[in-house]
């Protein structure tokens, strides 16, 4: 079999799909506005600047998958006419809004902060008296890693917050969540309908970025048939293919849904030294239609990103077991330039890693050393 999958978008995580999809004969192309980017090393990259690019792009593979979660829905509507993509149109479409993502996870009974939707100034007044404060306000579409949000905490920043994200014109206005902590879980779904889960990871956030996952989460063992339940709900109400993410906060009430991602996720990156087969070779494997490969965990695993300044490879590659992953990018503040797995074999090992790596990273590490994997 010889396939070829095209993928919008050309950052990381395409070419962290077409590492694994090397292995089994199987190419990528990309269609990416930066024809320099992380992927290009590994296939062919069209531009959507230039002409034709879509249709050359189009031509240039079997079936078609994405990376790039607001890749726009004009794109996927010429290419259906002729060839498939996986996951389904409604699955992007969804989680390209929050509004529809949570009447969703309504419909589905997977519970949420309650939660109005914002178009106006008065209806911000009406979701502010309903919900009761703090609420965090966000764009309803085109927000990332904690961008387009207000957290509004009194009734004299209602101005302000409409000042600021208003001219979005469709808003979403959340019920703060006091959680105490933040999880994913990431499953995949075969073209057959089977279903498989990885174990739920625990993730930390700096300045809005995830800067480092826990797998398997510590002390979910009650949660992990939860989120299991939740997140099948979802890919068999879509007639999902591929992996999807879920993104969830752990309250004293239980878990509640946040947003959900129709790709492969930072979150999940540890899978590739940590389970036996990575996101991403099973995310190939659904698309190209192959039988889905074990999401057993060989050994728990901390991944740690690395962000806007990159490390000296020598450095990080000293460190006992560890496994480097750069992207091929330039260095920005906040920006996602690689991350670094770690397979401590036990606790006392995990502290000394991380006294180590902290010393290593140009960037200050947020990992607390009483980490209980
Ligand atoms: P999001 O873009 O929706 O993933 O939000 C970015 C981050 O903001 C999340 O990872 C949370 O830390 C925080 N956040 C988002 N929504 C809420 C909420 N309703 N209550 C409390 N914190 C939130």
New binding site residues.
Partial sequence: MNKTIGIFGGGQLGRMMAQAALPLNIQCTFFEANTDCPSAALGQVFSTKAENGLNEFIESADVFSLEFENTPLADVDVLTQSKAIHPPRQALATAQN?LLEKALFDKLDIPV?PYRAVDSLESLKQAVADLGLPI?L?TATG????KG?FVLRTADQIDQAWAELGPAKSLIA????T?SR?VSIIAVRGLDGEVKTWPLAENH?HN?ILSHSIVPAPNSADLQPVAQDYITRLLNHLNYVGVLTL?L?VTDKGLYA??MAPRVHNSGHWSIEGSVCSQFENHVRAVAGLPLGSTEVVRPTVMINIIGKHPKTEDVLALNGAHLHLYNKTERAGRKLGHITLMPVNQSELVLLCRQLAKILPEPLALSEDMNI
Avoid: I, L
């Fill in positions: 929050r902060a965090v966000k927000g990332y890693d904690g949000q959340e019920s703060f969540v959680f933040e956030h809005g993104e906060f946040n947003e």
